[in-house]
Each structure stands twice: as C-alpha cells, then as structure tokens.
Nanobody, 123 residues
Framework: QVPLAESGGGLVQAGGSLRLSCGVSGRTFSKSAMAWFRQAPGKERDFVAAIDWSTPRTYYADSVKGRFTISRDNAPNTVYLRINGLAPEDTAVYYC????????????????WGQGTQVTVSS
C-alpha cells in the first residue's frame, strides 16, 4: 500500500493562491509517478497535473496551464500543487494519486488515491 494524504485546501477568494500537499507513506514514492485530479459536484474526476518519477517532466491540463505548478520533494515524500489565480470554476475536491513510474492523465491508470481536500473559491 502507498497511503496518500492531502492537505492545504480551504476557502479562498477569487484571485488568491493555495499550495496543496500530498504526503506519501511507503518506500515506493521514489518510483511512483504522482498526479493531481479534481472533481466538482456532479462532474467526473478530471486530470489536473502529473509528474514522472524519474525526471522532472510535468504534464498539465490545458485549463490550468500557467496557473498550476506540480512539484515533488523526495525528502520528505511529498508532492505539491501550487495554484495561482484561483477562480470559482476551480472549486472542487482535489485528489492526489500514484502509479508506478510513468505519469498518465487517465485516472483509471492510478493505483493509489488520497481522500481528497476541498478547495472552494468565492467570487
């Protein structure tokens, strides 16, 4: 198992910033691609950003490019999502996920998930 635990969500005014964190337990973090997804009420879980395990290569959904930044720190085992310029449409539960080695954008290809952290953006 690779337990994941997100934190850093909250209520923010439009235009504000947040940094979400995802702590990863277990020895496999260094070989796991990590990703963030989000799910708004009544909608499907959408890809937001991902980072490969072995390189700093990152991937972003078109809707968040330029505003979201994913990064990882292997000591401690944590992946971050920096969000700037928050807008009401960013309101969702944000989930981190892990899978072996290579990052993908398909949530079905991720083996491990956190419980999510709520981000609410007021206008």
């Amino acid at each position: 198992q690779v337990p994941l635990a997100e934190s850093g969500g909250g209520l923010v005014q439009a235009g504000g910033s947040l940094r979400l964190s995802c702590g990863v337990s277990g020895r496999t973090f260094s070989k796991s691609a990590m990703a963030w997804f989000r799910q708004a009420p009544g909608k499907e879980r959408d890809f937001v950003a991902a980072i490969d395990w072995s390189t700093p290569r990152t991937y972003y959904a078109d809707s968040v490019k330029g505003r979201f930044t994913i990064s990882r720190d292997n000591a401690p085992n944590t992946v971050y999502l920096r969000i700037n310029g928050l807008a009401p449409e960013d309101t969702a539960v944000y989930y981190c996920a892990a899978r072996p080695f290579r990052a993908t954008t398909d949530p079905k290809e991720y083996n491990f998930w956190g419980q999510g952290t709520q981000v609410t953006v007021s206008s």
